[in-house]
């Protein structure tokens, strides 16, 4: 029984690592399940039967995937929105990822000539004068 609950947790470990790590791994390091992140390459989603295809940059390095989960992609996962994989590497150079978290980077961007980080503290401060505590 032991042996079971030690097998289980072996496979069960993710490792996570950098593209730039990742490309450098050798051996039973690429075998292991893991995770990796970057930035989802604009103009290269590509929806094909029964997977989903995309390229992730990170730091000048590239890494294709193929999203095979039974799960529908996230509404954040759109040309360069920041994305996290979790899978396999292939015998075929790609990376198989079984579950794709993404969000957008634009959404938490200020925009031009947005509230200034004083005004926003002001509005803060004002916004907890005002409650009552009913």
Not at 6 to 13: A, H, N, R, T, V
Not at 60 to 77: A, C, E, M, N, R
Not at 107 to 125: C, H, I, L
Request: glycine letters at 10%; charged letters at 20%.
């Amino acid at each position: 029984m032991a042996f079971l609950a030690w097998l289980g947790y072996g496979e069960s470990k993710t490792y996570y690592h950098t593209i730039a790590e990742y490309q450098t791994l050798q051996g039973s390091a690429r075998s292991h399940r893991m995770r990796l992140a970057g930035t989802v390459e604009p103009g290269s989603i590509k929806h094909l039967p029964g997977r989903i295809d995309f390229v992730l940059e990170e730091q000048g390095k590239t890494l294709p995937v193929s999203y095979v989960g039974t799960d529908p992609l996230p509404d954040t996962f759109v040309d360069k929105s920041q994305a996290l994989v979790e899978g396999r590497p292939s015998g075929d150079g790609k990376f198989v990822a079984e579950h794709v978290q993404a969000k957008c980077a634009s959404k938490y961007e200020s925009a031009p000539g947005g509230d200034k980080p004083a005004a926003a503290a002001s509005a803060t401060q004002t916004s907890s004068s005002t409650y009552s505590g009913r």
